[in-house]
Nanobody
Framework: VQLQASGGGSVQAGQSLRLSCAVAGLSLGLRTAAWFRQQPYKSREMVATQSGGVKEYADDVKGRFIISRDSSENMVYLLMSHLKPEDTATYYC?????????WGQGTLVTVSS
């Protein structure tokens, strides 16, 4: 199983980015998928999750980030709008398998003021 995250980059505050996570070797279906982020010297934190039709978001991204998926393409997305400098982090996708979680390698998002 491999997860490949992409779409990170450097943007100005207020702009948008869409992260993508390609899932290989595992059928995404209705499995729980999530995006986490990790800032320097901080623990990895959950940003958004989608389990079936239920989506949950961290408080500081509610209304700005949207998690979605295309199960037919085995893709998970994170649309990030109204980005802030404090959103600067490495973003990771995670998919929950039958017996373990699988993680992507991370994609760096840098937001400048």
């Amino acid at each position: 199983v491999q997860l490949q995250a992409s779409g990170g980059g450097s943007v100005q505050a207020g702009q948008s980015l869409r992260l993508s996570c390609a899932v290989a070797g595992l059928s995404l279906g209705l499995r729980t998928a999530a995006w986490f982020r990790q800032q320097p010297y901080k623990s990895r934190e959950m940003v958004a999750t989608q389990s079936g039709g239920v989506k949950e978001y961290a408080d500081d991204v509610k209304g700005r980030f949207i998690i979605s998926r295309d199960s037919s393409e085995n893709m998970v997305y994170l649309l990030m709008s109204h980005l802030k400098p404090e959103d600067t982090a490495t973003y990771y996708c995670r998919v929950t398998g039958s017996i373990r979680d699988y993680w992507g390698q991370g994609t760096l998002v840098t937001v400048s003021s």
